[in-house]
C-alpha cells in the first residue's frame, strides 16, 4: 500500500458479496436469454470497490450535489452498474435485475440517462461514455469556478470526483482518443479512468486488431497512468483489491492531470470454462457453467440470484456512511450558502435551468440592410450580449472558433493558465472551449456537460462535419440535452472550399433525428430570435444551422414584412399578398431571400406568391394546427421550397402539387455566386417552379 | 547521413525550385484572395524532395500500376501537391495554378480524386488522409498477394510505397488514431507518414488544445518514429533536407512497421511576418508580405507566378528518370506476366473492375420458409458462395463478424501471422479483415483500399453505428467508390439492446446522401440479388441493411409471389391483385412481410391490396418511366408505406393521399416482437392505414 493512503476494509463478507455480484450477472443473463455476463462478472470486484469504497455517493438521493459521479462507458455491461445500484440500496431491486433487457423494466440492455435512478448517462455506442466522462470533469471545474472559486482545493462542497470504467473496444474507436487527448491538455485531477483490459471483445482475442500500448499511449497523452495486474503476467490469477485500492488513492492524490487505471482482467472470471472467452463477452453462460461457477463459489447450484441477508445488509450499509458524509458536506454547504446569498441562488437558478427575468433584454436588433451580415456573424452577436446574464452558457469550437463566431468579447478560454497562448488568455475557469479539431469529442464532451447539471454548452464547427458527431448528436437527442450545436458554413455559399466542405444533405439527414431541432435563420434578426428560443428550451439539442455568407437584414415590421419575433413559431409568413396567394413559397436560411426576389418577379407577371420563412420544421410542428393552416392553408396546393440541399423530405411541406428547387449533388470549388447560378438555386429557377406548380 | 542509404543530390537549382515553390503558393492564394498558404510554403522542401527524389512516379502516366502512391491528408493544403504536380510535369499548368479555387478549374480548394491527374483521394475532412493511406497500404500487401505472392520483398514489380502528409488537424481527429492504430498490428511497413508539426492551426497555437507527445504515441501503436527538427529546438530555422531524406531512407529499410516522421516546422516560413502565424494557415498573405518574402528570397518583387525556365526544366527531369525506372519496372512486369499469365489476365480483369463470366452462377436460393433466415446470414451465405470466383471481394468487420456475418467459410484472415488468434488465422495476404472496434477508420480504410485500384472491399457494423463512420461514407459517395456497406441489425429488430442500438433515422439519413445506393433486402433471395447487383456496380457505394431476426422465406414463382431478380429494379409488385388495386403497399426489409399479412387481411375485407417490394429507392429511380408507373401507377393515390424507421423522406413515395406506418420515436430494450407491437409496425396498423388512405 502506498504510504498516507487510507486503509482498506475487505472482509469476507465483502468477497462473498463480490462473488453474489458475479452469480447475479450470470442469472440475469441466463433468464433472459441474452446479454453480457463476462465483464459483469471479472469487473465485480472493482465496481465493488467503487460503489461500496470509493465513490461518495448516497443510495437515497441519486441526484445529491456533493456525489461523485460515475459513467460506465463499456454500457453493455450495465449489470456492472444494477448490480452495484441493487446492493448499495438505490431505487434497484432483485425483481429489476430479474427484468433485465425486457419491456418496462428498469434494467435495460444499456444504462439510459433519465431512466434508472443512479444512472448519469446513457452509454453503448463504445467511446462515447470516455468522453461523456471528461465533460462532466470540465463541467465540474466551470460549475465551481461559478460557485466557489476561491475555496482551497478539495474545501468546496462543489469538489467532487469522477469516475469511469471502459472496455478494450471504448479505447479502440476514435471519439475516446480525442476526449483523452484533450483531457490531458486540460489536467483534469478530478478525472480516473478505469481500463477493464481483458484483451477480449465479440471477435475474441483483441490480438487481431489491439496490439498497441495502451498505458504508453495515456502517458503520451500527458495521463497519470497505473497498471494493476491481477493476471499477475499471465501466471496466475489473483484479484488483488488491495492493489487496485492503493491505485485509486494514488490518482486521487494526483491533481494536475487525469488519471488512467489499465486492470489487467480474466473476463468471466472464475467461471471455469466461460472464463477468458469471446462467448462469455455477449452470451449467457448456460445453465451448466452457471451451476459449476456457484459450486466452485460455494453456492448452491440449485438457485438462482442468491443474495444473502447478511451480504445484503453489509452493502446497504452505503447508505449509513453516505447519511454521515452528507452530514459534513451539508455544513459545509450550509456555510457556504451563508457567505455566498447571490451564488446561492444562482445555483438554485441553475438547478432549475431558468433563465434569469430580463436576460434577453438587450440582445442586438438589426436595422434594415440589404448587403446584411452573416447569421453566425449574428450568433458571434447573441454570444458577446448573452452571456453576461448568464453564466451558465459556455462554449467554444472545434478549432474554427474565427469562423463560427463562437467566442463571446472578452471572456477568458477554459484552460490552465500556462497553455495561454497570444490569442487566448487562460484561466482555470475560463468560458471559452478549445476542442481542437475534434468534433466528435466536442459533441460527446458536451453531452457529459449537460449531464453534470448546471450548465449549457455551446459547440461550432461547419455544418458539413456535423457527420463527425453525429453518434454524439443522436446521444443528446436520445436523452434530451440541451446542447446546442453552432453549424456554420452551411450550403454550397461556403464557397471555394469545395464538396468535401459543402453540405448539401445535412439538413436533411439532421431532421431525421427525432429530438433534434434545426434551425436555420434567414437573416441577422431571426438568428438572434433562434438563440432566445432555444435558450428557452430545456429538454432538447438545437442545432443552428447559419451562413458564412452576408444575408440581407429584411426591414422587419415595414414594407409588409413580418417581425422576426415569430421565429419562434418555426414558419411564418415572411410576405404576404392581398388576398389568397396563388402560390407559397417556402424557404430556409440563406434562400428565403431567394424566395423574396422570386415573389417580386412574380409579382410582375401578376402571380400573388406569399412567403413563408420557415427556419425550423421541427418548431413549426409543435403549433397548434389553426397556426399552421394559416401558415399553409391546405386548400394551397400551388407551393414551392427553396433550400441549397437534397429535396428529401421537402415533399412534406409541398405537397404532391409543390415543387422543390434544390440540390440533388455535391457542390464544387468557386465562389459561391457562381454555385448559386450554375447549380440552378436561384429567384429565375423558383419563379419557373411556381408557375409549374400553379 | 545514416551510412548505406543512398546519397541526396540537392543543388542550388533545387534550392530555388523550392523557393519558386513558396512563391507560387503565395502568389496562387493571393490571385483568388482566399485559400492557404502557409504550410505550403514551409512544406515546399519536404513535398519538393518526395517528387522529386523519393517516390517513384510517372507524371506522364498518373496511372503506371509501379507507381508509389501519395496522399496528402491536410488537403486544404491542395497547393502543396498541385505544385509539385506542375513542376514534375503532371497534365497541370501555370495557368491551372492561377486558376485556384474557381469554378471549372483543375485546381479545387481540395485536391479532388478523379478530377485532378496526379491526385489520388479526395481530402480535406481532416483525419480521413491518414486512414485512406493505410488503406491503400493494406490494398498493396493484398494486391500483392492476388499477383505476386512469392517474389521476394521488393523484389516484385507489385511492390511499392504508400507516402501521406498531414497536418496537425489530421492528427487530433480520431479516425487518424484509429487507422494509425491497426497500421501497427498490421505491420504495415510500406507506409511512411510525414506530420508537419507546425503547431499552428485556426485557433493559431496549438498549445491551447494538442499538448501531447504525437511521437510517444506512435510508438505505442507499434510505429517506427523519427523526429526531424528544422526548428532546432527553436534556437534558429534551418531546412535540414538531408535529415528528411535520411529519415526517409530510414523509414523504408524498416519493413516491418509503419513509419512516421515527425517534422518540426514554422508555418509559411520564410515570409517575415506571417511565419508561424494562425493567419497565415487559412488566409492570403497580403502584397506586402508578399513582396517582402520574395526580395528577401531573391526574386523580383513586381512579378507574379515566377518560374525560372531552367528551374522547370530541372524539375520536369523527373519525367526522364520515370522512363527509366519504368524501363526497369516494364521489364520485371513482362517477366512476371510470361510467368504468370493466370495471373496477368487475373490483373487485366481487376483493373478494368469486370467480373468473372458466370460468377454468379451458384449463389444460394432459398426455398419458401415461413420460418425464414434472416438476411444477414443470407449476406453470409453470398459471401462464402461468391468469394471463391471473386478474389477483389474482401472484407470484414468493426469487431461484430459473428453478427454481421462477414467472415466468408474458410478464409484466412489479412494479418500478420503472429497475430493468429484460436479463431482466426493469420496470413499476410489473408481476406478477412478486423478492423477491431474502429468504424470510422474501416469507412475511410475501405475508401484507400478501392482508390488503390483492383480490389473491392465491405465492412460490416450495425446499422446504427453506420453514424461512426459517415463522414467516410459521404466521401466514397462523393468519390463514387464501389465500398460496400454490410450493416446488419438494421431496426427495433435488433431487440434487447435497446435504443442505443435500435436504427430509427439511419435508413433515411443515408438516403439523403447523394450517390449512395441504400438496399433493405425483404427476404433470402432478395439479399442474394441484392448482392448480385452491387458487384454489377462499380461507381458508387452501396449500403446493405440487413435484419438480425429470421425474416420469412417468399415462394418464389409461387402463389402469386414475383421472382427475386426483379430485386435489380430498386421495387416491384411482389403480389398484385387482380385488376387494379384499390391500395397499393410498401415495404422495405423485415416490414414486407407486414404488408403481406396486411394484404391478407384487407382481402379478408374485400379490399384488393398490391404489394411492392421495395429495397432500394435509389435503384428504383434509375428506372424508366414505364416501369415506374407500371409499379407505382400515378393514379392510384391510395399508398401505404411500411418500415420501422421514421417517416420522413416517403412522403415521396405514397403522396398527399398516402399513409405511412412509421416510428417517430426512440426503441426501447425489448424483444423484437415486443417492440412492433407496441410502437405499432404491425399488419392491423398497416389495415388501418390502408382505409384511411382508400
Request: proline share 5%; with cysteine; hydrophobic share 40%.
Amino acid at each position: 500500500m502506498t504510504s498516507g493512503t487510507p486503509a482498506l476494509e475487505w472482509t469476507d463478507l465483502d468477497k462473498k458479496a463480490v462473488d453474489t455480484v458475479r452469480l447475479l450477472a450470470a442469472d440475469a443473463v441466463q433468464k433472459v436469454g441474452n446479454g453480457h455476463p463476462g465483464t459483469a462478472m471479472s469487473l465485480a470486484p472493482a465496481a465493488y470497490l467503487l460503489y461500496q469504497k470509493v465513490m461518495r455517493h448516497d443510495p437515497t438521493d441519486p441526484h445529491w450535489a456533493g456525489r461523485d459521479r460515475f459513467v460506465l462507458s463499456c454500457g453493455h455491461s450495465s449489470l456492472t452498474q444494477y448490480i452495484q445500484l441493487y446492493l448499495a440500496g438505490y431505487s434497484m431491486t432483485l425483481d429489476d435485475l430479474k427484468s433485465l433487457r425486457t419491456w418496462g423494466s428498469q434494467t435495460p440492455g444499456h444504462p439510459e440517462y433519465n431512466h434508472t435512478p443512479g444512472v448519469e448517462v446513457t452509454t453503448g455506442p463504445l467511446g462515447q461514455g470516455v468522453a461523456n466522462a471528461v465533460g462532466f470533469a470540465m463541467a465540474a471545474r466551470r460549475e465551481r469556478g461559478l460557485l466557489d472559486p476561491d475555496a482551497a482545493p478539495g474545501e468546496s462542497p462543489f469538489d467532487h470526483h469522477v469516475y469511469a470504467i471502459c472496455s478494450d473496444g471504448d479505447l479502440e474507436e476514435g471519439v475516446s482518443a480525442e476526449a483523452s487527448s484533450l483531457a490531458g491538455t486540460q489536467q483534469l485531477g478530478n478525472l480516473t479512468l478505469l481500463w477493464d483490459d481483458n484483451r477480449i471483445s465479440i471477435e475474441d482475442d483483441t490480438n487481431i486488431a489491439f496490439t498497441e500500448d495502451v498505458a504508453a499511449r495515456y502517458e503520451a497523452y500527458g495521463w497519470h497512468v497505473q497498471t494493476v495486474d491481477w493476471t499477475n503476467g499471465g501466471t496466475g490469477y489473483e484479484e488483488d483489491v488491495q492493489a487496485l485500492w492503493d491505485a485509486y488513492q494514488a490518482a486521487e492524490a494526483v491533481t494536475d492531470r487525469p488519471s488512467f487505471i489499465q486492470l489487467r482482467t480474466i473476463i468471466a472470471w472464475p467461471a471455469p470454462s466461460a472464463q477468458g472467452t469471446g462467448g462469455s463477452h455477449g452470451s449467457a453462460l448456460g445453465d451448466d457453467e452457471i451451476r459449476a461457477t456457484k459450486e466452485l463459489l460455494g453456492f448452491d447450484p440449485d438457485q438462482t440470484f442468491i443474495v444473502d441477508d447478511e451480504v445484503i445488509a453489509h452493502t446497504q450499509s452505503v447508505r449509513d456512511r453516505a447519511a454521515e458524509q452528507r452530514k459534513t458536506w451539508q455544513e459545509s454547504l450550509d456555510a457556504w450558502t451563508s457567505a455566498n446569498p447571490e451564488r446561492a441562488a444562482l445555483l438554485e437558478r441553475l438547478k432549475k435551468r431558468e433563465l434569469p427575468d430580463g436576460w434577453d433584454a438587450d440582445l442586438p436588433v438589426y436595422e434594415a440592410d440589404a448587403k446584411g451580415v452573416a447569421t453566425r456573424v449574428a450568433s458571434g452577436d447573441f454570444l458577446s450580449a448573452a452571456v453576461a446574464g448568464l453564466p451558465e452558457l459556455w462554449g467554444g469550437s472545434a478549432d474554427l472558433a474565427g469562423s463560427n463566431n463562437t467566442t463571446p468579447k472578452g471572456e477568458p478560454s477554459f484552460l490552465p493558465p500556462e497553455r495561454s497562448s497570444e490569442k487566448f488568455q487562460g484561466d482555470w475557469y475560463g468560458r471559452v472551449l478549445h476542442f481542437g479539431i475534434r468534433e466528435h469529442a466536442m459533441g460527446a464532451i458536451m453531452n457529459g456537460i449537460v449531464q453534470h447539471g448546471l450548465t449549457r454548452p455551446y459547440g461550432g464547427t461547419f455544418l458539413v462535419f456535423s457527420d463527425y458527431m453525429r453518434p454524439a448528436v443522436r446521444l443528446a437527442a436520445l436523452q434530451e440535452l440541451p446542447v446546442t450545436y453552432v453549424w456554420t458554413h452551411d450550403s454550397i455559399g461556403l464557397g471555394e472550399d469545395g464538396p468535401t466542405h459543402q453540405p448539401i444533405e445535412h439538413l436533411a439527414a439532421l431532421r431525421a433525428i427525432p429530438g433534434l431541432d434545426v434551425i436555420r435563420p434567414a437573416d441577422a434578426n431571426e438568428t438572434i430570435e433562434a438563440w432566445r428560443t432555444i435558450m428557452g428550451n430545456t429538454d432538447r439539442p438545437s442545432a443552428l444551422a447559419l451562413s458564412r455568407q452576408n444575408l440581407p437584414t429584411f426591414p422587419r415590421g415595414t414594407d409588409g414584412y413580418a417581425e422576426a419575433s415569430l421565429t419562434a413559431r418555426g414558419a411564418y409568413i415572411l410576405l404576404d399578398t392581398e388576398g389568397d396567394p396563388d402560390v407559397i413559397l417556402f424557404g430556409t436560411g440563406s434562400e428565403v431571400q431567394i424566395a423574396v426576389k422570386a415573389r417580386e418577379l412574380l409579382a410582375a407577371e401578376g402571380i400573388a406568391a406569399r412567403v413563408v420563412s420557415m427556419p425550423s420544421r421541427e418548431w413549426f410542428e409543435q403549433q397548434d394546427e389553426s397556426y399552421r393552416n394559416q401558415v399553409v392553408p391546405p386548400t394551397s396546393r400551388a407551393r414551392v421550397s427553396v433550400e441549397a440541399g437534397v429535396a428529401f423530405g421537402w415533399r412534406d411541406v409541398v405537397g404532391d402539387a409543390g415543387r422543390i428547387v434544390s440540390l440533388e449533388h455535391y457542390g464544387a470549388s468557386a465562389d459561391y455566386t457562381t454555385l448559386y447560378n450554375a447549380f440552378g438555386i436561384t429567384a429565375e429557377a423558383v419563379v419557373a417552379a411556381a408557375k409549374d406548380s400553379i
